[in-house]
């Protein structure tokens, strides 16, 4: 199974284009697992009435989000409890994950 980590807030139509990419990459990858990291409420809310298998889909609440015009250092001491720094905490905790996409700040992730 390979297991990768999406942070679902940044760029353009969040988190509804990253929750749609994730779903399709589900159907066609049938060993793919895949962590969304944001808001679970929201997250939730939005994956209602879609198709999916559970068993390969979860969510790792975060509930702040780092914006493209804060500053990146500020934003990633100040905001730990962002989608992004979970993303990145879970990426380095965890056995087992192959990556993580982020379209979020560049600065604050690199």
């Given amino acids: 199974m390979i297991k990768i980590i999406v942070d679902c807030y940044g760029g353009d139509h969040s988190p509804d284009a990253h929750i749609d990419g994730s779903l399709e990459a589900l159907k066609k990858f049938d060993d793919l697992h895949i ?3 944001g808001n679970e ?3 939730r809310e939005k994956l209602k ?4 298998d559970p068993d ?3 969510i ?3 509930k702040e ?3 493209c015009d804060e500053k990146p250092t500020d934003a990633i001491r100040t905001k ?4 992004m720094m979970k993303a990145v ?3 380095l905790s965890e056995e087992g994950y192959a990556g993580m996409v982020s379209t979020g700040s560049t600065g604050a992730l690199v």
Avoid: H, Q
Avoid at 49 to 52: I, V
Avoid at 80 to 83: D, L, N, P, T, V
């Fill in 35 to 37: 962590t969304l990291t």
């Fill in 89 to 91: 905490k879970l990426l």
């Fill in 49 to 52: 009435g879609k198709e999916y």
């Fill in 80 to 83: 730990k409890e962002s989608s």
């Fill in 65 to 67: 989000v780092i914006s």
């Fill in 56 to 58: 390969r889909l979860a």
């Fill in 41 to 43: 409420d929201e997250l």
């Fill in 60 to 62: 790792e609440d975060a």
